[in-house]
């Protein structure tokens, strides 16, 4: 079972999901894990608002299909930033359908706490 406050520094996490049970969930997974939520964005231009008024992020969980829209956007800004970030999916590394993100970590939901407070502590 995971130490679920083993992380020694808080990193901010943002989170950006369409569904709100499950960005809920996040955010209480991310706070039980020992994490600070650095901001959550139902929305590609609400995520990218949050960055452009300098929401301090040292990683993001992103959501790949919001509402039909595709979260790359939000990507792009993230690696232009240099910071890391994992794709949240339904469909696993199939929903990654672009060849700019094909090595990006990806989390398959449902996910389980172990897996996310791993990969979150690998960012």
């Avoid at 929305?43 to 608002?49: E, I, K, Q, S, W």
């Avoid at 956007?73 to 794709?87: C, S």
């Avoid at 990654?96 to 939901?109: E, L, R």
């Amino acid at each position: 079972m995971t130490d679920l406050h083993a992380t020694p520094e808080k990193k901010r996490i943002l989170i950006v999901e369409d569904d709100a049970l499950i960005a809920m969930l996040l955010e209480d997974v991310v706070d039980l894990l020992g994490f600070t939520l650095a901001g959550s964005a139902a929305t590609v231009p609400a995520a990218l608002a949050l960055l452009a008024e300098g929401v301090a992020v040292d990683a993001a969980l992103l959501d790949i299909n919001l509402a039909g829209q595709r979260v790359f956007p939000v990507a792009d800004e993230l690696v232009r930033r240099g910071i890391p970030f994992a794709f949240c999916s339904g469909y696993g590394e199939a929903g990654v359908d672009t060849a700019a993100y094909a090595g990006a970590p990806t989390i398959s939901k449902p996910f389980d706490i172990d897996g996310l407070g791993n990969l979150l502590r690998r960012l």
